[in-house]
């Protein structure tokens, strides 16, 4: 790993010491709320504009690059960061402090929420919690759709990737494959002809060695807790994570799709509110918002086993879910000019990018059915699957609660805090009233 450190290129001058480093990267960490968009903002004014430890270029070139990436792009953003400054050192430290306050934050609350879930006045906060979180993840669907379908193929693979999800069924990495293999081939070429070509920046055997490395991190404590330890729960919430990291192309409210009906139709780990709970929890911390992933690894291993095995779940969660994000930043960190200027890569990205329209579309229809209505059921009908919900059995209480988040975060376009603390008060309110 030490001569990833040699690819840096920051200034001697400017580079800060590891203990600077790890007193400004640790100040993000606790102050990254409110989503990727807010924590990459976060992270431009403080590295860029404040500390000047990396120039505009750099850091939009990095950005495209995580984009590209599979898993959380502002976690990735500051470990390349930390990297560029540091080498591999100061990309753990960034991308450890990143992560690390949210997913203690977290884990207490997921202790709390298994000991305390079903009691009455938290489940009422819970209720305006959900209405809170569909209109969040609309929010994040009208933005993505008005940064991502800048021409008619991107609608159309915005509309494949719903109905792929929604009425066919097919699998979340098989969206992301094709689309992206659509935008390498045939996706729109513009604003190509200007871009300067730059010969690739590592030797190969220095990048296979690192991935090789990293790999074998990643996989050895996943295979020695399914041989030493007779708990199948970890083994499963190991290899369904793992893969998940692979896949998790477009940020946390695109894979939620796929792992929230994973996790409730296909395990029976939580319920379809359980889930808005933990993306609720999810979104009032510091950190990205795939530590989502922790609460649902907590959750399905306490129930096997109380809280040490919770414990254990939350642990394989975080590794299997972080460590293939320092593979990808410290193998491909070296490349990231090069690959800024590939056009068949960007038109790539733009691809999958239109097909996470959909796929969030498909989030929202989904979180719509089960949080406003009591009972849905899933009807096949050849090839299509069509969710039917009761109409008796719907909770107009929800409705109330999400018009009224729809107005403050749309009209008045509140931050995520306090309109669900207001939400979660309101659903108190109406739950005890009504």
Not at 234 to 245: D, P, Q
Not at 327 to 354: H, K, V
């Amino acid at each position: 790993m030490n001569a990833q450190a040699t690819e840096t290129e920051t200034d001697p001058q400017l580079a800060p010491s590891l203990g600077e480093a790890f007193r400004v990267f640790a100040k993000i960490g606790l102050l990254s709320f409110g989503g990727p968009a807010a924590q990459i903002a976060l992270m431009h004014r403080v590295i860029v504009e404040e500390k000047g430890w990396l120039s505009e270029s750099q850091y939009l070139s990095a950005l495209s690059f995580c984009m590209l990436l599979p898993g959380p792009e502002a976690m990735q953003l500051a470990t390349y960061s930390g990297w560029r400054l540091h080498g591999w050192r100061g990309g753990l430290l960034a991308g450890l402090l990143f992560v690390l306050p949210g997913a203690v934050v977290i884990l207490a609350l997921a202790a709390a929420y298994a000991a305390f879930g079903q009691v009455p006045l938290v489940a009422a906060l819970f209720l305006g919690i959900k209405a809170a979180v569909l209109i969040i993840v609309v929010e994040a669907l009208l933005k993505v759709a008005k940064r991502a379908l800048l021409h008619s193929e991107h609608w159309v693979l915005a509309g494949f990737a719903f109905v792929g999800l929604f009425f066919l069924a097919l699998p979340y990495p098989l969206i992301v494959l094709l689309a992206a293999a659509f935008g390498f081939l045939y996706g729109a070429k513009t604003g190509e002809a200007t871009a300067p070509r730059k010969p690739a920046g590592a030797p190969l055997r220095q990048t296979v060695t690192t991935i090789f490395l990293w790999l074998a991190i990643w996989w050895i404590p996943v295979l020695a807790v399914g041989l030493f330890f007779d708990q199948t729960i970890l083994t499963e919430i190991g290899a369904f994570f793992s893969k998940l990291a692979v896949v998790t192309f477009g940020g946390a409210y695109a894979v939620l799709a796929y792992m929230a009906q994973d996790v409730v139709h296909h395990f029976g780990w939580l319920t379809a509110g359980e889930m808005m709970d933990g993306l609720g929890l999810a979104e009032t911390t510091p950190g990205p918002l795939i530590l989502v992933t922790e609460f649902v690894g907590f959750i399905a291993a306490y129930r096997e086993g109380g809280l040490g095995l919770g414990l254990a779940g939350a642990a394989v969660t975080l590794w299997v879910t972080f460590v293939p994000c320092f593979l990808w930043i410290f193998a491909g960190a070296p490349y990231i000019e090069w690959i800024s200027t590939q056009p068949r890569l960007s038109r790539a990205l733009s691809a999958i990018t239109a097909a996470v329209v959909g796929v969030i579309l498909n989030l929202s229809v989904w979180f719509a059915l089960h949080v406003v209505f009591a009972s849905v059921s899933a009807e096949i009908y050849g090839p299509f699957t069509i969710w039917q919900p009761d109409l008796m059995s719907v909770d107009w209480r929800v409705l109330v609660l999400s018009a009224l988040c729809a107005f403050l975060i749309l009209r008045r376009h509140w931050g995520i805090t306090p309109v669900l603390a207001i939400a979660s008060l309101a659903g108190a309110v109406l739950s005890l009233l009504f």
